[in-house]
């Protein structure tokens, strides 16, 4: 009989498309065109992958980065191969602000610093080369905090047991404790610098991912289309990494936006206690460090150095709220029960 006994281990096993599936995947097509908020932050995302791409033109290279680049003494932007090579691998004096002067205090917008400068430091520059160094960080620690929160809730949720235990058990211990104090801990400890900022802020973030993944693990492994995969001899691996983990994906790309607007801010208060950046880095976290001391003018003069916080806290805060409108929509778009 058709459909019976060696046929039957051919068969591919697919998750069956409903008709809730299907409102989803139209409700999904129209993400963009019918959220306000969403298009707001994907204008304000977009607009700052502009700002990274366009920096040697938006803030032409100086000094050392010149050199690195290879670019003659009357030429003030890169060339077509220097631009290419500095956007895929962005030499490390590039993102080093040029300074003039030693002096402190700042000065006002001018025609050679437009946003004025602070301690010396351009803060244009700051600005816009440090635009690279949140997309760096923001994408570096996803991508290290959503493997390692991936494994860990697929092993928790789908093995169960004292595989469980342990793992939400470890989990329990980093939630025990405030994040931004373990990771002023495990930055002092490593020491200042953008790899040792990485390392600690994936150390500490794996473990939310890790929960939401178990969550949805468990709700998934007991349906139908996975129980019929392993009745046809799927092993226990290809169950969790083909089958269970790709119908978590939705709760877990959702959390990841969110984490890329948060992420500048968390390495904002590390450079600003002083664990962040070396000084004199392309990073807005930098700049704020810098212009701790300038926040408020001299006497009667409040506002004087309005500029040197202004514009690096205007920049994390439209980053900030960029991703996380996109990380909103995108979550809720996602979530099957507003479908």
């Known amino acids: 009989m058709s459909g019976t006994g060696p046929d039957v281990a051919r068969l591919t096993v697919r998750r069956p498309v409903m008709d809730t599936d299907r409102t989803a995947g139209t409700h999904r097509r129209h993400f963009l065109s019918r959220r306000v908020p969403a298009q707001v932050g994907a204008v304000l995302v977009a607009l700052f992958v502009l700002v990274a791409l366009l920096a040697p033109l938006l803030a032409p290279p100086q000094g050392n980065c010149r050199r690195a680049l290879g670019m003659t003494e009357g030429q003030t932007y890169p060339g077509p191969a220097a631009y290419v090579r500095e956007v895929v691998a962005t030499p490390a004096a590039c993102l080093q602000m040029p300074r003039q002067g030693f002096a402190a205090q700042p000065t006002p917008p001018a025609g050679d610093a437009p946003l004025g400068r602070v301690s010396g430091y351009d803060i244009r520059y700051g600005l816009v080369w440090g635009t690279r160094t949140a997309f760096f960080l923001g994408l570096t620690v996803l991508t290290i905090t959503v493997t390692i929160g991936s494994l860990v809730g ?67 492994r007991e349906l139908e289309y996975v129980a019929a995969a392993h009745s046809l001899g799927a092993s226990p691996a290809r169950l969790a990494l083909r089958h269970v983990l790709p119908g978590a994906a939705g709760p877990l790309l959702g959390i990841a936006v969110l984490e890329m607007g948060s992420l500048p801010i968390v390495a904002g208060a590390l450079s600003f206690l002083g664990l962040g950046t070396p000084l004199g880095y392309a990073d807005w976290g930098q700049l704020i460090a810098l212009a701790q001391k300038w926040i408020q003018g001299p006497p009667g003069q409040p506002l004087a150095y309005w500029y040197v916080t202004l514009f690096p806290g205007l920049c994390i805060v439209l980053y900030s709220i960029g991703w996380n409108l996109l990380g909103d929509a995108l979550g809720e778009d996602l979530d099957p029960r507003h479908a």
Request: no cysteine.
């Open 154 to 220: 697929v092993a928790a949720g789908f093995f169960g047991g004292v595989t469980d235990n342990l793992l939400m058990r470890l989990t329990d211990i980093l939630f025990a404790f405030p994040a931004l104090v373990l990771m002023l801990v495990l930055v002092a400890a490593l020491g200042p610098g953008l790899g040792n900022i990485v390392l600690a802020l994936s150390l500490v973030s794996w473990a939310g991912l890790a929960r939401v993944v178990r969550a949805e693990v468990l709700r998934l």
